[in-house]
């Protein structure tokens, strides 16, 4: 199912709710810069390849900003914030697939495949939900976010929503001053006075008297300006008779912005414009203007102030966050040049504050490093591709540790990038790690490929002894010598032990692998035939260990098992999706599904489904096991496919 139960109900009225989320004027709009950033930092604080920020309306949820989920909106019958929404504490999905909740939906069970989800509530300040922060992962997470990414969630909705209310405060502002430029196009006067400054008389409306808080008929007979000014606000009345006296004996102009106390005790804001008339002598005669109540107004910039503080201390905590973090961080201009890193930086290198700003953070990598860093860095630049690179960074005791280093760019509204924003993390350890499981792998192989040249040394020691025994020495060999070239594919690897297959293609390189199962005339009982299709070293070890492990079974079980049996491997090109169909024949009848799948079956199925993306489907039929292995057409050659797309 994909919605909220039904006993689950809001504590909110849903037009209450849509009618606040109008307010912001903020569904439909173009990209901005605050909230693409906000989203990049989601994501890359909680290691997740999508983050959103989701506005749930009537029928759909709208991304306002997101990253790595590729649409504007989707359907509110498959939204999670939906559900985030009736969460006061936000929504966390460890695993989608085993969630009543989700187990259906179509983001679940196809692309993008969620597994993890993880959002905080947007509220408003009347406590009315306009949707979540969200991040979101294609893998699970039993243990959820840390405690840090947890509170840099919290954080960055709470800035979400700041940026809310400060479009909220400027569209309201922007209302009322329309409303009011309509009130004066409309009107010859509003709130209006005339002064006779020979006879100090000044007369008004009814409205600007009501301003003023002076009685109708009294503004209508005149009075002494005075009767006017003094309810002029205390704090104002100086500088407002200051603006008038210019005015009588400058150009006659007048406008001024000021408050008045009226009688109920309460303050408005008035914006009075004037013109002062001259007679022929050039002696000030006639005073008239009008007035508007800008009180609304002004109550609008007093609020926008509020926000901007708050957005001034919500910057202070993502620094102070910022430097919480684990990893450093640091930021560029769009040309590449550092202004920014945070305090793990410093503490790492122990470099002064601001020395490595500009180009002056290269001399931190180590020498052989700085070249391949320095051009990675310039590729990243001029092509706005996402930066990743592994190298050895000066650590404050002097010694270079192995650090990952990302960045993203920033764009705005035209695509243009703004800024960008990286991290720099230590792997130091790991790499420790790596290098240990690298000796030990290469020692073990090493080991076992000696057995093999032991025993195929044994068989032709043995051979000489029996020359009868020659033609079926041979053909051992050989098997035995295929064995070998099959273990050096699907032993673990590393980035530097990784096996090179060269511009090798599918079927040489099953065939080579099919070798050892050849009959004693030396003709193949695995025969591959169809599409064939360029193959890499990134695809090399998962394949070999898929197919190792099924000739293997099949030579324990199936078709290999017996004299005659034969195995047909047909390739088919589908579109994007690349087909391969595994038939066995000839060998001992099946007669029921397996009750329970072994270590080499649960090891051809994570070699298909968790390293190549694609899906497998096994067939127990009585004349033999058919098993389909339906690929991305990119995963036999995933660095092709990634240059291609650049």
Known sequence: MTTAPDAVLPAWDESDRLAALREYGILDTGPEKAFDELVTLAARVCEAPMAVISLVDARRQWFKAEIGLGVSETPLSTSFCALAMMETDGLVVPDARSDPRFDCNPLVTGEPHIRFYAGRRLTTP??????????????????????LQALTLDTLAGQVMSQLELRRALRQRDLSQDATRRALAVSEYVGAWEWD???????????????????????AEGSPIAEFMRHIHADDAERVRAEVSAAIEGQGE????????????????????????????????????????ITARWQKDEDLAAIAARLSQSEAGFRALADAMPQMVWSTTPDGLHDYYNARWYEFTGA?????????????????????????????????EPYEIEYRLKHNSGVYRWTLGRAMPIRDDEGRITRWFGTCTDIDELKKLEQGRELVSQELSHR????????????????RQYPEARAFAASLRTRINALARAHEFVRPHTETSRI???????????????TAYADHTGAARVIVSGDDAVFDDQAATSVAL??????????????????????????????????????????P???????????????????????????????????????????????????RAAEKSR
């Not at 180009?359 to 990598?365: A, I, Q, S, T």
């Not at 297959?501 to 390189?509: Q, R, Y």
């Not at 030579?555 to 491997?569: E, F, H, N, P």
């Open 126 to 147: 009347e406590g009315l939900p306009l949707g979540a922060l969200a991040v979101l992962d294609t893998q699970s997470r039993a243990a959820g976010l840390s405690e």
């Open 197 to 219: 400054i020979v006879a100090d008389r000044v007369t008004a409306d009814e409205r600007f008297a009501a301003m003023y808080g002076v009685a109708p008929d009294v503004a």
């Open 254 to 293: 007048f406008a001024s912005e000021y408050r008045i106390a009226r009688p109920d005790g309460s303050v408005r804001w008035m914006l009075a414009r004037g013109q002062v008339y001259f007679d022929q002598d050039g002696a000030p005669v006639r005073f008239p203007g009008v007035a508007v109540d």
């Open 352 to 384: 002064p504050f601001g020395s490595t700003d500009g180009e002056g953070w290269n001399d931190m990598f180590h020498p052989d490093d700085q070249d391949r860093a320095w051009s990675r860095w310039r590729h990243s630049l001029s092509t706005g």
């Open 448 to 463: 076992i490929k000696n057995i093999f040249a032991v025993v195929s040394a044994l068989v032709a020691l043995s051979a």
């Open 500 to 514: 090179t297959v060269g511009a090798t293609t599918l079927h040489s390189f099953l065939n080579d692998l099919f």
């Open 546 to 587: 898929l197919f190792h492990e099924l000739a293997t079974n099949a030579a324990k079980y199936g078709a290999l098992s017996q004299d005659g049996g034969t195995i047909d491997l047909t390739t088919r090109r589908d579109g994007d999706r690349f087909i391969l169909i595994w038939t066995e024949r000839g060998g």
């Open 589 to 639: 009848e099946i007669t029921a599904e397996p009750t329970r799948a072994g270590f080499g079956s649960s090891l051809a199925t994570l070699s298909v489904e968790g390293q190549l993306g694609g899906r497998l489907t096994r067939e127990w039929r009585p004349e033999g096991l058919k098993i389909v292995a339906d690929l991305p057409a990119t995963a036999l050659s995933r660095r």
